[in-house]
């Protein structure tokens, strides 16, 4: 099983940005689609984007089309979140995981997150 490690997040005011990696214990790691999720207090876990295994094709929610960008770098078995423009809706708990199918979906089990907080 892939284990999957977050970080990145951190408190900025909105308007900036944070990069979030994702960072795989396994080289195995590069033959799946992989997504990020997040969840806000009292809310439930949400998608947010998703890129496929080749790094050809992405996906996003639609409260983050045009502010966030995922890549992946496949040699260094990482996943990145690039997210501008940051408003406050946007902080929650930000994980990653393994996905299938389209909508993307999560599978294996969740890492511990990282926190992104976004002030007005």
């Known amino acids: 099983q892939v284990q999957l490690v977050e970080s990145g997040g951190g408190l900025v005011q909105a308007g900036g940005s944070l990069r979030l990696s994702c960072a795989a214990s396994?080289?195995?790691?590069?033959?799946?689609?992989t997504g990020w999720f997040r969840q806000a207090p009292g809310k439930a876990r949400d998608f947010v984007a998703a890129?496929?295994?080749?790094?050809?094709?992405?996906y996003y929610a639609d409260s983050v089309k045009g502010r966030f960008t995922i890549s992946r770098d496949t040699a260094k078995n990482t996943v990145y979140l690039q997210m501008d423009s940051l408003k406050p809706e946007d902080t929650a708990v930000y994980y990653c995981?393994?996905?299938?199918?389209?909508?993307?979906?999560?599978?294996?089990?969740w890492g511990q997150g990282t926190q992104v907080t976004v002030s007005s």
């Open positions: 995981a393994p996905t299938r199918g389209i909508p993307p979906t999560a599978f294996g089990s």
């Open positions: 396994r080289r195995t790691f590069s033959s799946y689609s």
């Open positions: 890129i496929t295994s080749s790094g050809m094709h992405t």
